[in-house]
Every structure is written in C-alpha cells, then in structure tokens.
C-alpha cells in the first residue's frame, strides 16, 4: 500500500516563500507521474504542477515562474518551491502520484497567504 504524506504548509505572508514536501512509503521511480493539486475553500481541486518518471515538468498558468517541482528519488520525495505567494494561493495542498492504472493522493496540507 503506497502513502503519501505532505508537509511544509502554513501562513505566510504575500510574497513570501514555502516548500511542500510529499514522502512515499515506497520507490517514486515507479511512479509514471507524480504531481500537486490544489483545493480553495468553494473551488474544484485545481492541477498545480506535475513531474514526470523522465522528470518533464508542466504548470498551471497561475503558479508559472513562481512555483518549482522537483524530486529526489533517493528519498522518495517530491517538493514543491512556492514563491512570490499571493493571497489567490492559499488553499490545501494534495500530493498525486499516478503508477498505471493505480493513482494515489496524499491528505493534504494547508497553504495560507494571508498579512
């Protein structure tokens, strides 16, 4: 049974800066794609970014040239580098991580930008 689980969520202020982290229970190399959603308060939960096997990374055009997904398959996490957060950011955070046909989320950690 694969787990996700995020850290690294809290307040921040505008402009500020956070990095979320989502650790396996087991190899992300085996993972065809591993990506961060997002879900505001009254929204549908929102593509953030995504990473794939080969390391090809896509963004929502929102969060382009301020947010940065990375992974570190030595331990079996993927991070996401926030910066420049606006107020529009805040939300929880989920990890997805996608091994055909099986998908898999985290429980997710809450982002808020707020002065």
């Known amino acids: ?4 689980v995020e850290s690294g969520g809290g307040l921040v202020t505008p402009g500020g800066s956070l990095r ?20 505001a308060p009254g929204n549908q939960r929102e593509l953030v970014a995504t990473i794939t096997r080969g390391g090809s990374t896509n963004y929502a055009d929102s969060v382009k040239g301020r947010f940065t997904v990375s992974r570190d398959n030595a331990k079996k996490t993927v991070y996401l580098q926030m ?16 091994s055909d046909p099986l998908t898999y989320w985290g429980q997710g950690t809450q982002v808020t930008v707020s002065s």
Do not use: H
Not at 83 to 98: H, Q
């Open 83 to 98: 910066n420049s957060l606006k107020p529009e950011d805040t939300a929880v955070y989920y990890c997805y991580a996608r």
């Open 1 to 4: 049974q694969v787990q996700l």
């Open 20 to 39: 979320l982290s989502c650790a396996a229970s087991g190899s992300i190399f085996s993972f065809n794609a591993m990506a961060w959603y997002r879900q």
